[in-house]
């Protein structure tokens, strides 16, 4: 049972998700604390699948981790590492433990991480990857095998609607829509104009398309440059890095760009909810779900 | 026969290779994505262009590259191409068929083998477009 469809289909609250830690080290001790930080805001997480093209504890292993501890796994599956009958074994594998939501994601190239000699596989991308959850869903594999039970997955998706092509990122979630994605996370983005055109194309043609813009909580203005500089995709402003960086209270300056930024998205077409990264580990992600009326454990 | 295989199969390398930097996938999408090859994107990217692309358009991956479907979205939008390619821009291309590596895109062509895709494929893209 998809916690997480529920409350996209059947309610009109809004829909919370997070990026769940890395796991590296730690062991089920570091689960557990991630999971009690978590659970009480948000309907359900990301396990995430070797993020930013580097090595860690595997997507299934750690949606695994964090179901028997009692939160909802989405579990993310990356084109970059996987060849199609990976990829179709991963989701053999979620269906095995009853994981129902998947993210299929083409993915940060190997030179993002930090073995960048690694081989790129990239034998599926993104929507051919969403077709494939559709057919085993349809009780089969690519092949036309038969899998049975079928999984009843809830197949979500991310897509970057600040990078260019601009226009053609609204047809591309589209195609990724037929292909069977119910839910699309978005990438973290600096452009509000871009975020507005984005949601009122997408909303005009498939309304039920559940969209989650994401927002980062950051303390200062050095992430925003890092975010700028290294990581693909995104691109900051320099008059919003100057925002942050020219206050004399960086992390209370930052704390607003984030609050601003959530009440902004939440009041776009198509919008169901927010995707929370949390870059502080303090107590301001408390102080965001609150400033935005939630309370804890409101989907129990 | 294989005589004549061969003979297609090296001009249309040498017609393609140097237009296109062709890489002879054997099932070529060329017509359906603005005259430009998805396969000479890093990821091989057959269905639009990845989360990375830089603000000024170039690649992820090599910064000194436009990105591929950049490219192609510009082309499509602004070539005077048929009608019915520009319609096929969105569709859903399927997984690249290994098998086809190296073969003839023309002969894939009039046969239909680069039509074919694996049963659960088919029935699925069956299905979706008969409703
Ligand atoms: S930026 Fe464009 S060309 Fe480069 S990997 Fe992504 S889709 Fe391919």
Redesign the interface.
């Known amino acids: 049972m998809s916690k997480l469809r529920d409350v996209i289909t059947q309610t009109k609250d809004v829909v919370y998700t997070a990026e769940f830690p890395i796991i590296d080290g730690g062991g089920m001790e570091q689960v557990k604390k991630n999971v009690e930080r978590l659970a009480p805001w948000f309907v359900a997480v990301n396990a995430t699948d070797n993020t930013a093209a580097h090595a860690h504890a595997s997507n299934v292993s750690v949606a695994i981790a964090m179901k028997q501890h009692g939160l909802e796994p989405i579990m993310q599956i990356v084109?970059?590492d996987k060849n199609?009958l990976a990829i179709q074994a991963d989701m053999a594998g979620a269906n095995l433990h009853g994981i129902e939501n998947i993210a299929l994601l083409?993915?940060?190239?190997v030179?993002?991480g930090d073995e960048p000699e690694t081989r790129?596989v990239?034998?599926?991308?993104?929507?051919?990857a969403i077709?494939?959850a559709?057919?085993l869903n349809?009780g089969?594999?690519?092949?036309?095998?038969k899998l049975n039970p079928a999984p009843n997955f809830f197949i979500c998706s991310?897509?970057?609607p600040f990078?260019?092509?601009h226009?053609?990122r609204i047809?591309?979630v589209?195609?990724k829509h037929?292909?069977g994605a119910q839910m699309i996370q978005l990438?973290i983005g600096y452009y509000p104009e871009r975020l507005e055109k984005f949601c009122a194309g997408v909303a005009a043609t498939v309304p039920d398309l559940a969209i989650i813009p994401s927002v980062v909580l950051i303390k200062s203005a050095k992430p925003l440059s890092f975010m700028n500089d290294k990581v693909?995709?995104i691109?900051v402003p320099q008059d919003v890095i100057d925002r942050v960086a020219q206050s004399t209270d960086q992390a209370e300056a930052a704390y607003h760009l984030a609050l601003e930024q959530c009440q902004h998205a939440l009041a776009l077409p198509g919008v169901r909810g927010l995707h929370i990264t949390d870059f502080r580990h303090d107590d301001t992600l408390e102080r965001l779900m609150r400033d935005l009326g939630r309370t804890p454990n409101q989907y129990t | 026969m294989p005589k004549l295989l061969n003979l297609l199969l090296a001009v249309e390398h040498g017609m393609k290779k140097p237009v296109w930097d062709c890489t002879m996938c054997g099932q070529c999408v060329l017509h359906s994505t603005g005259m430009t090859c998805p396969m000479t994107c890093p990821k091989t990217l057959r269905n639009g262009p990845c989360g990375g692309v830089r603000e000024d358009g170039h690649c992820e991956v090599k910064p000194e590259m436009r990105c591929v479907w950049v490219k192609a979205y510009d082309r499509k939008v602004s070539l005077p191409l048929p009608t019915v390619w520009k319609e096929h821009y969105n569709d859903l291309r399927p997984p690249v068929d290994m098998q086809l590596k190296g073969t003839s895109s023309w002969v894939n062509l009039i046969t239909k083998r680069d039509q074919q895709t694996p049963a659960g494929w088919a029935k699925r893209q069956e299905e979706t477009h008969s409703h």
């Open positions: 084109c970059r199609r083409t993915g940060d190239d030179t993002a790129r990239f034998d599926l991308d993104g929507p051919q077709n494939v559709s057919i349809a089969t594999y690519l092949s036309g095998r991310v897509e970057n990078a260019p092509p226009d053609y047809e591309r589209l195609k037929r292909a990438q693909p995709g691109s």
